[in-house]
């Protein structure tokens, strides 16, 4: 099964907030991360968490951890066109084969701006 | 830093054609990933070095892919020969760890979008 579950899309209109939702299966992760991915440019970090903090708030966005529903949402106040991109949630886990912890992704969601 | 570089953005090529693709890592990193990504499977890890070694192969999809990285600047991943499902967006990435802290995370390249006929 997945390691990092994210639905595939989130349709907001603009103005309203939206709220990205993904959840983990590695208890141990020290830290989780948002990626933001614009249309034809690389994953860029957004934010994180650390695991021992339950909640992380930056300007517009608000990250909440749920360790023991291991549930992990990002949420952006104020939806603006320029927020139209894929999200992608990261966790320290054992990543491919190899059994070493490094940064395991969800698949993204791509969040829409209705105007 | 300018970044994680890679080249080319696009790329067009016709099914049997030999690929590749190149990476430069952000100087001092030691760790370089090699990512793919699709509509349908999202993003995925094919490979990933460490102080130019290969750790982790085991997302190469087939023998047809093989990356190299010969020195602590440089990565090509490489598919021969090229298939259409092949086509898709892959991305380098570098990272001073393999298990970055908070502040850092992987760095990721534009990406280059290949599209095989």
């Known amino acids: 099964g997945e390691d990092v579950e994210q639905s595939l899309f989130l349709s907001v209109r603009e103005g309203d907030s939206s709220v990205i939702n993904c959840t983990y299966t590695d208890s141990s992760s020290t830290y989780l991360y948002w990626y933001k991915q614009e249309p034809g440019a690389g994953l860029q970090l957004l934010t994180y968490i650390f695991s021992n903090m339950d909640m992380k708030q930056d300007q517009r966005l608000t990250v909440l951890l749920n360790k023991k529903d291991k549930h992990l949402s990002l949420r952006i106040a104020d939806t603006q066109t320029g927020d139209s991109a894929i999200y992608f949630c990261?966790?320290?886990?054992?990543?491919?084969?190899?059994?070493?912890?490094?940064?395991?992704f969800g698949k993204g969601t791509h969040l829409i701006i209705q105007p | 830093d300018a970044g994680v570089i890679q080249s080319p953005r696009h790329e067009v090529t016709e099914m049997g054609q030999e690929v590749t693709l190149r990476c430069k890592p952000i100087?001092?990193?030691?760790?370089l990933f090699w990512y793919r990504q699709t509509m349908m499977r999202g993003l995925e890890l094919l490979i990933y070095?460490?102080?130019?070694?290969?750790?982790?192969d085991s997302g190469m999809p087939e023998d047809r892919f093989s990356a190299k990285m010969p020195n602590a600047s440089f990565s090509t991943l490489k598919i021969q020969p090229s298939e259409p499902r092949d086509s898709a967006v892959y991305f380098c990435a570098s990272s001073p760890s393999l298990l970055p802290g908070g502040t850092s995370g992987y760095t990721f390249g534009s990406g280059t979008r290949l599209t095989v006929v």
């Open positions: 100087s001092g990193h030691d760790y």
């Open positions: 990261a966790e320290s886990s054992p990543i491919s084969g190899g059994g070493a912890d490094g940064l395991t």
């Open positions: 070095f460490n102080n130019n070694v290969p750790i982790d």
